[in-house]
């Protein structure tokens, strides 16, 4: 019966401590995928201002140079533009943005800087979209910074929180 009980606690600490390092590890995959975007920007922005690169070509190349974990996301809506599936480019980034979102760990703030992409490309001359991509960067910057600071406050709470909740349900139970 001994041995019992202590199985069950150990399990209940262990899940306990893998819900919590779940929960954590959100923050940390937030700012990872902040980063990979203001990357995927910056190429994004050499694409169109500097080499003239059309929308679709400018996507898939975002998805060839950038890191395949994120980039995903454009060469879906590349491929989405060219079956026509869309209306427009911002209808794209809508419809791939909203399947994609909780795996990207996305709080409201980062979708809208994300749909707001998909709003200015195309729509105007080489230099507009790019002051448009530079005031993307900054907000995502903002972004990061800020994704940064709650990374280091809440990873390391939830990671010993999910342990703690285990350890005294443990107790309890014991």
Not at 89 to 113: H, M, P, Q, R, T
Request: charged residues 20%; contains cysteine; glycine residues 4%.
């Amino acid at each position: 019966m001994l041995i019992i009980k202590i199985l069950g606690s150990l399990m209940v600490v262990i899940s306990c401590s893998i819900f919590g390092f779940n929960i954590g590890t959100k923050y940390r995959i937030r700012v990872n995928n902040l980063n990979y975007l203001l990357n995927c920007i910056r190429i994004l922005e050499t694409e169109i201002v500097y080499m003239s690169n059309p929308v679709n070509e400018a996507l898939h190349n975002i998805y060839s140079k950038c890191n395949k974990s994120y980039s995903y996301i454009f060469r879906d809506i590349a491929i989405m533009l060219e079956d026509e599936d869309c209306i427009n480019v911002a209808n794209c980034f809508k419809i791939v943005g909203y399947k994609n979102f909780k795996k990207l760990a996305f709080n409201s703030e980062d979708i809208e800087i994300f749909l707001s992409i998909g709003s200015i490309l195309g729509t105007s001359d080489r230099q507009d979209q790019k002051k448009h991509l530079n005031a993307i960067s900054v907000q995502i910057i903002n972004q990061l910074k800020e994704a940064k600071e709650e990374m280091k406050k809440n990873e390391k709470l939830y990671n010993k929180l999910g342990i703690l909740t285990g350890l005294s349900i443990a107790i309890i139970l014991f």
